[in-house]
C-alpha cells in the first residue's frame, strides 16, 4: 500500500461560528480558534478543517458565499486569518478550508452580473432556463425543500439552486466559471493553506437536458439527483482541477458526496486517476431514515446494517481508493445520541464508537465537541432554531401542509443540523464560556456538565480517550495500513472486526448495547494478544471468552 501523510493524518473539524467567540458578539470567529489552538495540539489533530470563513449574507451560514477572496466579517479579518494559519503551521497543525463551488451566493458579484441582463458576459455563469408551461424549468426539489428553481422577473427566466434561493447553482460547462474557481483555488495555496474539502463537489456535473425526476406520491416535485449527482462530467472536472491546481502541492483533498457508491468512491479516490485523496460518503449516516424517504423519516439504527454498509466500504476501496472516517459533521445530529446512549452510559458510548471508527482503515474526522461527548439539544420552541433547511422543512410541513407540530419537533430532534451547531461547551461558567455575550445560537444546557475544562481535568474523559486513539495511530502502523475483515456478521449487538499487517493483528470489539453480550474468541485469530485500549478493563491478556460491559470497546494487538 502506497504511504502517504494525508493517511496517517486524524483531521477536526471547525464550524467557526460555533467555535469560539473573542469579542463577546455572540458569533464565534477566527481570534477564537487562534485562542483554542493550544488545546488542539494537546488533543493532537495534524489537520484542520475549516467549515467556510469566506464573506457571505449567511443565509445558510457561509455556504453561501459571496466573495471567495475575503473574510466575513463577523469572523474578523484576512490579517486575523493570516495569523492563525501561521499559529496552527507553528503547533504543526495543518489548515484545510472549504471549497464552496457547486454554487455561490445570489449576492456574489458574478451572479448581480448575471441576472442583470441576458446579454451579460456573466450570464452563462449560471443555469438559467426559460419556464415551461407557465411553471418551473422542470420538477427538482430543492435540497431545502419547495422547487429548485427561483422565477427572475427582470429577464423573465429562472436560475437553478439545489440548496436555497440564496445559493444559485454555477454553470460548470462554461469553462470560464472553472478558470475562476481555479485562479482562486490557486489564490488560497499561494497562501498557504494545506487542502481542500469540496462541497457537494459530485454535483458539479448536471445531466444535459436537466430532464424532469422521477415524480414523488403527494409532493409537487421530484428529486433530480439522478441528473445531477455524479453527472456525466464529473471525473473530467476533478481531473482537469487535479492538473491545473492540487497535483504536485501535497495537498490534502476531500469532496463531500451524498450519493456516492463503492464503486464510484474508487473513481473518485485511486491515485492513478489523478482526482481526490478520499470521499464523505454518505451510506451510514442514511441507515436511520426509512428507506426511500428524506432524512425527516427516522428509525432506530440496526446495527447489522451499520456493519455491512461500514464493511462494504472498507472492503470496496481496500488497495484501489481511500476512505474517510465519520460519525459527525456541522450537518449530522451529535453521535453519542444518535448510535450511543447519551444518558447514563453517555462517556462509556461515546467512547466505544470513537473505538470502532478510529480503529478502521481510512482517515478519521473529529468534529468540534464530539471529543467531549456533546450530545444533541432539545428546544421547546421552533423559534430557538436557526438551520435554513430546519426551518423550510418546518415551514412547509406544519404551515403549509398543516402536519402535527409535535411530530415535526421530534424529527428536529433526531436530525436536525442544528444538534450539531450548538456552541462548544468550553466551562461551565454562562453560556458554557463560548461568549460574554448572547449566543446566536442557545448552548446546550447541559454545559455545566459537560465542558471541556471538566474533561482536561477528568482523566478518564472522552477527550482523553480521543487523545490517546490519536497517539496510538502514530504508534501502529497497523492502524493505518491493516487490512479489514468483519466478524459475527449477524450479531445483532457486538461489532467486531479485525485488522491485519504482514503478522500482525489487531481485534476490535465495540459493544453497540446495554446488555452484556459474550464476544468467543474464533480459533483462526487465537494467539497470544496484550490490550490496546479500552473503556472497560484496563490490561491484561486476551481470554478466549470475553463478557462485555454496556457499551465496551476493547481493542487488542497480537504479541
Ligand atoms: C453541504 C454542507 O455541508 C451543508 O452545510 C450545506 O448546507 C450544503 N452543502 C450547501 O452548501
Redesign the pocket.
Known sequence: MEKQWWKEAVVYQIYPRSFKDSNGDGIGDIKGIISKLDYLQELGVDVVWL?PVYKSPND??G??ISDYRDIMDEFGTMADWEEMLQEMHKRGIKLMM?L?V??TSDEHGWFLESKSSKDSEYRNYYIWRPGKNGREPNNWES??SGSAWKYDEATDEYFLH???KK?PDLNWENVKVRQEVYDMMKFWIDKGVDGFRM??INFISKVEGLPDGEPIEGSDYASGSDYFMNGPKIHDYLQEMNQKVLSGNGLITVG?M?GVSPEEGILYTDSSRNELNMVFQFEHMDLDTVHGQNKWHYKDLDLKDLKTTMTKWQKGLEGKGWNSLYWN???QPRIVSRFGDDGKYRVKSAKMLATCLHMMQGTPYIYQGEELGMTNVKYDDITFYKD??TLNMYNERVNDKQEAPEEIMASIYRKG?DNARTPVQWDSTENGGFTEGTPWLGVNPNYTEINAAQALEDKDSVFHYYKKLIQLRKQHDIIVYGTYDLLLEEHPEIFAYTRTLGDEKLLVVTNFSGNNPVFTVPEQIKGSYELLISNGVSGGDMPSEIELEPWEARVYKSK
Open positions: 467549515s445558510d451560514n455556504y453561501d472549504d464552496v457547486n454554487h435540497v431545502f439545489i440548496f436555497s445559493q462541497d457537494v463531500e451524498p459533521n456541522h450537518d435554513i433547511e443540523r
